[in-house]
């Protein structure tokens, strides 16, 4: 078969199986994928170019508010339950290669990722302990001295994970174990990755698995957190934190005074506006702890992205930037982060390369 021949027949049965999805016919899912390892479509490529792409699909397209976010969960359950059947339709190899463990950052619900790495992992011969979403650091570690992997795989997609994350690479490698990390949390290029000290980054399934067929460098001496992040001695993050719930109540406060159509806002429109807060509240801590603008101000071009597809004009959030940096007047990192995020937000194209 042809390289053009397997691409147009992965992205057939991609189409299939997205169309099962989002129809919410499970039966119809499973035989997508069973016909896709039928026509002798690779299993790895099955798993990553076929269900791992209409993963991604349903993400951007409950971007763009064409799906909701019960279809999008119904559509991700569906997936999971197909990559389950795996294991009765494939002969899998007798693991051969080391054994790894893979695990989401405590607080990470997105586990899909990680469910992927794992099945290619086993594809390709290791022995693998899959632990799923949201693992307490305390709890791997446990499990790392019990069964005494070559390496933890690390899986993060919300960047507002990353101080955890970090707390997690520090305790796998004082027991140890060397940790690669991967996914949208630790940046397209890993930067943060390499900023909290894993041992490697991987951008994707594929090389994650071919990374770990060699040896992970051993962890260095244990180190505090504050040895990879000495910016971190100013406060600013743990201040910031501490404060989070204050400061979006007194920011919501400040919109109901500045915007009178919100003082006729019901319960429920100022639940959400206040979550709004609190996740603009948590990804300006998140920038304060890895010292990173961009990652602010990337944030902030995606919910303006999120708001124009609903829409909502993405300057609707300047006044909310506005109010918190005159609460956080005595932080200079955190006023910095602000003042750049609001001329970012004043730039014509913010929110719009996202609604495309």
Known sequence: MSTATRSSAVAEHTERLWEAVTAGDEYAAG????????????????????????????GREWAANRLTVAQEHAATAINDRVIASFGYVLKRPEP?????????????????????????????????????????APHLVAHLHRTGPDAVALSGSLATRLPTAHATITACQAAATPVIAGGAAFGHDGRYARLLGAEAWAPDARAAADRLTEPLPRPHAAH?????????????????????????????????????AMRSYTDLQRQYTAEDLAHIVEYLATALYVGDGELFTGFLSWTAGILTARGVPAASLVPALELLGAELH????????????????AEPAAGSERTA
Request: charged share 25%; net charge negative; proline share 6%.
């Open 31 to 58: 035989d997508a994928v069973v016909r896709a390892l039928g026509d002798g479509t690779d299993p790895e490529s099955v798993l990553l170019d076929v269900i791992g792409a209409v993963q991604r699909r349903v």
């Open 224 to 260: 505090q957190p504050l040895d990879d992040l000495p910016h971190l001695a100013d406060q600013e993050y743990t201040l910031v934190t501490r404060s989070s719930a204050r400061l979006v109540k007194t920011v919501l406060a400040g919109l109901e005074e500045r915007i009178p």
């Open 96 to 136: 051969h290669l080391g054994r790894i463990t893979v695990a989401c950052v405590d607080g990470e619900w997105h586990a899909m990722p990680a469910r992927l790495l794992s099945e290619v992992l086993r594809l390709r011969g290791f022995r693998v302990d899959y632990l799923g979403a949201q693992v307490p």
């Open 330 to 345: 005595d932080f200079p990192r955190a006023t910095g982060l602000l003042c750049a995020a609001r001329t970012h937000l």
